[in-house]
């Protein structure tokens, strides 16, 4: 897949990997994906991420639960546990184990496909 990458410097990558997905996860063509303020501020070190940026995205889901299989999507950004304390109160967006897509521990969504976790 394609992918702008951030690790010290932008990068246009034509041959990444597409990303693994777990249960609960779905696999997403991306066919747009909007850049933001935060990801200009990754670039200058935000949250010090390095992988694919954005988190802003519209796709079809080609890979993942079957049940999902062909739907069109956007995408919750924040990855949760749905296990920990905070989640299973109710507050999964401080999420103990949380990753943020293209923000925290989980690659992004520009261009090309990307990963992220949808609710069911
Ligand atoms: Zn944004
Ligand atoms: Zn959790």
Redesign the pocket.
Known sequence: MRAVTYENRLAYVADRNDPPTTDGEALVRVHMA?I????LHITQGYMGFAGILG??MVGTVVGGSPTWKDKRVTCEINCVCRKCDMCLSGLSHHCRKRSVMGILGRDGCVPGIGSTSLKP
């Open positions: 909007g933001c303020a935060t990801d988190h802003e």
